[in-house]
T-cell receptor, first 114, second 114 residues
Framework: SAVISQKPSRDICQRGTSLTIQCQVD?????MFWYRQQPGQSLTLIAT?????????ESGFVIDKFPISRPNLTFSTLTVSNMSPEDSSIYLC???????????FGQGTRLTVV | GNSVTQMEGPVTLSEEAFLTINCTYTATGYPSLFWYVQYPGEGLQLLLKATKADDKGSNKGFEATYRKETTSFHLEKGSVQVSDSAVYFCALVGGGGATNKLIFGTGTLLAVQP
């Protein structure tokens, strides 16, 4: 397993602003992912954070809205840009150690946009 | 594509009652299967897993058996406690789909009353 630290744990932001969420893993890992969990719903994959290259986004998510950085094998950031109330969600980072294995999650960032 | 169908909640039980949360999956091959638990205000924690047919995953009194013939992975616990109140997610990876992206069910809210 891994210790995955995510911050901030929660934030209340004004619409039109941006928030950057950080994810730190205590060991090197190849595969990191960012998920969104809207209120009362399941997890939706936003993108795969690739070390040294651009993130790979899922359908319905774009880089301009959710830019991602992955400068090394232990760290990634997700920015939620130009926020609106519809962006109010829990954002989670996760890591996977290998194919067909379980994912481990950070504790999540609870974002409220007002 | 691959998918997970999960019993809708909320499920409300009295303490010491028997719990079953149904989960079925669709996959072209043989995925790895997982149950995750999300306690209030927290991220997701892996509860148990099974990687091949007839495997039984178990943890904290919870069990689930990988049934290939019925494509199911139902979660059971013989005697629930108030502290088990949480949202439970069934998930899969692989099985003809992407080998590193988990697919989640919709989640089932369990509320255990004293």
């Amino acid at each position: 397993s891994a210790v995955i630290s995510q911050k901030p744990s929660r934030d209340i932001c004004q619409r039109g602003t941006s928030l950057t969420i950080q994810c730190q893993v205590d060991s090197q890992v190849t595969m990191m992912f960012w998920y969104r969990q809207q209120p009362g719903q399941s997890l939706t994959l936003i993108a795969t954070a690739n070390q040294g290259s651009e993130a790979t986004y899922e359908s319905g998510f774009v880089i301009d809205k959710f830019p991602i950085s992955r400068p090394n094998l232990t760290f990634s950031t997700l920015t939620v840009s130009n926020m609106s109330p519809e962006d109010s969600s829990i954002y989670l980072c996760s890591v996977v150690w290998g194919p067909n294995t379980e994912a481990f999650f950070g504790q999540g960032t609870r974002l409220t946009v007002v | 594509g691959n998918s997970v169908t999960q019993m809708e909640g909320p499920v409300t039980l009295s303490e010491e009652a028997f719990l079953t949360i149904n989960c079925t999956y669709t996959a072209t091959g043989y995925p790895s299967l997982f149950w995750y638990v999300q306690y209030p205000g927290e991220g997701l924690q892996l509860l148990l897993k099974a990687t091949k047919a007839d495997d039984k995953g178990s943890n904290k009194g919870f069990e689930a058996t990988y049934r290939k013939e019925t494509t199911s992975f139902h979660l059971e616990k013989g005697s629930v406690q108030v502290s088990d109140s949480a949202v439970y997610f069934c998930a899969l990876v692989g099985g003809g789909g992407a080998t590193n992206k988990l697919i989640f069910g919709t989640g089932t809210l369990l509320a255990v009353q004293p």
